[in-house]
DNA sequence: GGTTCGAATCGAAGCGGTTCGACAGATTCG
DNA sequence: CGAATCTGTCGAACCGCTTCGATTCGAACC
């Protein structure tokens, strides 16, 4: 395998002039530099990683931490992972995934061993134990997702305040008064799935507000239970006419279960769900939805973790950056049936 | 950071001594080696992964190209994913997950610079370009689909031809004489997606045999399309009783086609399709499928890829295995109805 | 016309591991 | 009982790259 020495040796310079023609740290003439350039060209010379690493103490590779549960959506990561190996790519830097269920040993294990420039953490909990680990490394780390104390890092995340109220306001402005929120699983918030309960409480606060009956179920992340769930919850809220999805499965399940009551949307009950367009399109998902962002979201982490890698934020101040929700309207949402 | 130079200080060794310690290379008195021990533990010491790489040329990473179509079921890549990252790591490795759309250009550059020990192919087609490249590289590779030529590399993928026989033998038993294939989109096949036309050639000779009539379409990938094309195969073939899904988005969309053209399954029109069991129970598919088995065939691409990293698998002979396909039943297979 | 400065280049050291050869001391063997 | 062998340890070299002085040379300056 060609190293800098052959670089050197072909374009007629030491070693130490060849890494400076191509790191350009100092001033080296016009035919030197291309001398070394056509070297190499032709040798096709690419620098050994670890050699680099270890004179330069810099990786260009970020650590992707990623927790995956049986009973959350895990279709969904895809859409944050390739948002961020894509835009890690396009500012110099490969991503390492890292999936083992012990976090916080992987965590220090990698940290430690100096493999990465940093650290984006996917799926983060109220009271993430990874955080602990995350501060006691040198290495920077971006959050997707927001604990309750995202102090030392930076956190992205959808505003799934916002995104409660924007569901319940929504339907309220559209004439609705009575409904229903299907939110994940219970132990995807006992295990600290913050997003679960900020939509939920946000949307009840909102409903109070406007004097809104709004009944809150968790649901399963599985056929056949999750059908089960919407079918019980509808029977138990006959005079409800809109239904809130915080869980894909449901959005997944809802059609069939529609079908089989003889109801349809928006005619006899209106729908908002909470996943992305891409998902709505190849899921026959046909409910009007707040997109998730996942792309968005993974982009923006990684821009800033390279941006703290590379030193150019500021070290002591650090980013909540809670994205605003949209509804995408697929004409799920109408005005409800008249009463009789 | 705490390097080897510590722990042999703190043990009282040289730096080769605790390098052997630790090793096992060499034998080394238990006094020693127990002193080293309690010095790595205390310190907390974990070797400087370019440090180690330099010397050893070895780096226990692998690096997973994937690649990514907006027009293939993309979601289904996450199960191959995992299975890899997990069975990497419980063997010892780490997994780089590269998705560049340059894969050749991703390839070459992450070969020559050593970050890898071997390279796992995602979605491998028929004629690959990156395989030309992974021949002309010193990492060895496994693949997670069949090319046509796999000389020199190990390929894992479902046998598809098998399976198209299956479903057609499935339908041919149980009564069915005319039936329709669905496939994944055209332009699937002409990048390469062999398995689409393993599946249906094989299906098609099979329907030959048995004297059936097999209508062979392609599908689009998401919806609204999938549906209309769906509706536009069942109008033209109204006398078919079987409906063999090789496109996920397909077995997505066909619930509620069904619903609309007043359908069930099976006692109107039996339907096998072709994914997991973990899709079918978060998307809602409910049709017998054969198993894509995602899991295991990444799995078993890297066991056979560390092997080989390990130089336990012999150097010239290079495995092809395919895995038999499985029907999982969900209900939807029964005898056509009664003509009239 | 000697000093000063900047441009261009080189040699050597260092990053943190592994590994080869040497060697001292204890054991075994003829 | 001297020679051969084994055990356990050490020092030095090396992996490939970056970077810090040091050096040379020519131009600019007063």
Same mark, same amino acid.
């Given at each position: 395998?060609?190293?800098?020495?052959?670089?050197?040796?072909?374009?007629?310079?030491?070693?130490?002039?060849?890494?400076?023609?191509? %790191?350009?740290?100092?001033?080296?003439?016009?035919?030197?530099?291309?001398?070394?350039?056509?070297?190499?060209?032709?040798?096709?010379?690419?620098?050994?990683?670890?050699?680099?690493?270890?004179?330069?103490?810099?990786?260009?590779?970020?650590?992707?931490?990623?927790?995956?549960?049986?009973?959350?959506?895990?279709?969904?990561?895809?859409?944050?992972?390739?948002?961020?190996?894509?835009?890690?790519?396009?500012?110099?830097?490969?991503?390492?995934?890292?999936?083992?269920?012990?976090?916080?040993?992987?965590?220090?294990?990698?940290?430690?061993?100096?493999?990465?420039?940093?650290?984006?953490?996917?799926?983060?909990?109220?009271?993430?134990?990874?955080?602990?680990?995350?501060?006691?490394?040198?290495?920077? !780390? !971006?959050?997707?997702?927001?604990?309750?104390?995202?102090?030392?890092?930076?956190?992205?995340?959808?505003?799934?305040? !916002?995104?409660?109220?924007?569901?319940?306001?929504?339907?309220?402005?559209?004439?609705?008064?009575?409904?229903?929120?299907? %939110?994940?699983?219970?132990?995807?918030?006992?295990?600290?799935?913050?997003?679960?309960?900020?939509?939920?409480?946000?949307?009840?606060?909102?409903?109070?507000?406007?004097?809104?009956?709004?009944?809150?179920?968790?649901? %399963?992340?599985?056929?056949?239970?999750?059908?089960?769930?919407?079918?019980?919850?509808?029977?138990?809220?006959?005079?409800?006419?809109?239904?809130?999805?915080?869980?894909?499965?449901?959005?997944?399940?809802?059609?069939?279960?529609?079908?089989?009551?003889?109801?349809?949307?928006?005619?006899?009950?209106?729908?908002?769900?909470?996943?992305?367009?891409?998902?709505?399109?190849?899921?026959?998902?046909?409910?009007?939805?707040?997109?998730?962002?996942?792309?968005?979201?993974?982009?923006?982490?990684?821009?800033?973790?390279?941006?703290?890698?590379?030193?150019?934020?500021?070290?002591?101040?650090?980013?909540?950056?809670?994205?605003?929700?949209?509804?995408?309207?697929?004409?799920?949402?109408?005005?409800?049936?008249?009463?009789?």
């Amino acid at each position: 395998m060609v190293n800098i020495g052959d670089v050197a040796r072909a374009a007629g310079v030491s070693r130490s002039t060849a890494s400076y023609a191509l %790191s350009g740290k100092r001033t080296i003439s016009p035919a030197v530099r291309q001398n070394v350039e056509r070297a190499v060209r032709e040798l096709g010379y690419i620098p050994n990683a670890g050699a680099r690493a270890l004179a330069t103490s810099r990786t260009d590779v970020i650590a992707l931490l990623g927790q995956f549960f049986d009973d959350e959506f895990a279709p969904a990561m895809l859409q944050y992972i390739l948002g961020i190996t894509d835009r890690a790519r396009e500012l110099g830097f490969d991503t390492l995934l890292v999936t083992e269920s012990d976090g916080v040993g992987a965590l220090t294990r990698i940290a430690s061993s100096r493999m990465v420039d940093g650290f984006v953490l996917l799926n983060v909990s109220e009271s993430d134990e990874r955080l602990a680990a995350l501060r006691s490394v040198p290495q920077p !780390a !971006a959050l997707v997702g927001l604990p309750a104390d995202p102090r030392g890092v930076d956190a992205f995340d959808l505003d799934f305040d !916002a995104a409660g109220r924007l569901m319940v306001d929504r339907l309220h402005e559209t004439g609705h008064r009575e409904m229903i929120l299907v %939110s994940q699983p219970e132990h995807v918030v006992e295990r600290g799935g913050a997003y679960v309960w900020r939509l939920a409480d946000a949307a009840r606060a909102r409903a109070k507000e406007h004097g809104i009956r709004l009944h809150h179920v968790f649901g %399963s992340s599985h056929q056949p239970d999750i059908g089960r769930d919407l079918d019980a919850v509808l029977d138990a809220h006959p005079a409800a006419t809109g239904l809130l999805l915080n869980n894909e499965a449901a959005a997944a399940a809802l059609p069939s279960v529609l079908a089989t009551r003889g109801l349809s949307t928006p005619s006899d009950i209106s729908v908002i769900g909470r996943y992305s367009d891409e998902f709505a399109r190849t899921f026959s998902l046909p409910f009007s939805a707040i997109d998730s962002a996942a792309d968005l979201l993974g982009r923006r982490a990684v821009e800033r973790l390279v941006s703290r890698v590379r030193s150019e934020a500021p070290a002591h101040s650090h980013v909540v950056d809670l994205i605003a929700p949209l509804i995408d309207d697929r004409g799920s949402i109408a005005a409800p049936p008249p009463r009789h």
